[in-house]
């Protein structure tokens, strides 16, 4: 790719994920609507309102790929998801379509089904079932890039992220987490391969007691490289053994189904 857009990329993953794509395009546009490090070689940093439809149009012109994890990362106030995740995404997907429709990766999220038990064990064809409002924003989401790419043919991979951290920081990440590598593994795979389509991916690692199955996202040829049971000594030494009954280790969601609505100024 000669330019790649990464929005949200003074977001904590975004931080993580930049020195990492350094080699993916020969251009590297950064986003977000906070302050940035500056651009280095072969950078640039752009600030941004995705709820701006106008800059948007502007931001999108002119690249490749677009790695799209702006927005609201957590259970928020309605009026701040509806902004962000809601009519950004949609801004976005008219500027892509308005300029040459780019292959794009959406960060959707693991709290699209956070109301399934831990013992249970899902596909891509399992219903959604939202732990949230931010996990109804990701839905949504999900459903405006299905409708982009049968109406349009723009392509996008649907990633639900599970915990994407340097390490598991408690027992549920053992199941949900992925390395930074192995998301960088991923997003190669997304924009390589030679067709795409508008497939959902579960964002995990080779972890031993994962509950998603990505069988069915196989012709990527994304195979995951870390397992998260390496921490399961530590974390047990750190925090001793999980109550079962909490639903940090019921749900896939965790903690994410008591958050409560949560109400405007």
Aim: with cysteine; hydrophobic share 40%; charged share 20%.
């Amino acid at each position: 790719m000669k330019k790649l857009l990464i929005t949200g990329a003074a977001g904590a993953l975004g931080r993580a994920m930049r020195p990492r794509l350094a080699g993916l395009a020969e251009t590297l546009r950064f986003s977000d609507i906070g302050a940035m490090e500056p651009a280095g070689p072969n950078e640039e940093c752009i600030r941004c309102d995705l709820g701006d439809a106008a800059a948007v149009h502007d931001l999108v012109a002119g690249c490749d790929g677009i790695i799209h994890l702006g927005g609201v990362s957590v259970e928020d106030k309605f009026s701040k998801i509806l902004h962000a995740n809601l009519l950004g995404l949609y801004n976005l997907y008219e500027a892509a379509r308005a300029h040459g429709q780019p292959r794009i990766l959406f960060a959707s999220s693991n709290h699209t089904v956070g109301f399934y038990r831990q013992d249970e064990h899902i596909d891509a064809t399992a219903p959604m079932r939202p732990d949230g409002l931010y996990g109804v924003s990701k839905c949504f989401g999900e459903h405006l890039a299905r409708m982009y790419f049968e109406k349009f043919g723009q392509e996008t991979a649907l990633v639900r992220i599970g915990s994407c951290l340097e390490k598991p920081s408690n027992h549920r990440m053992l199941s949900s987490w992925m390395s930074y590598n192995d998301f960088k593994l991923l997003i190669e795979c997304v924009f390589r391969a030679p067709m795409l389509g508008c497939p959902v991916v579960w964002g995990v690692s080779n972890n031993d007691s994962r509950w998603w199955d990505n069988s069915h996202a196989a012709y990527l040829g994304w195979k995951p490289q870390d397992n998260a049971e390496i921490y399961r000594a530590e974390l047990d030494a750190a925090l001793g053994k999980p109550d079962p009954k909490a639903a940090l280790h019921v749900y896939q969601g965790g903690n994410f189904v008591n958050d409560p609505i949560f109400e405007e100024d």
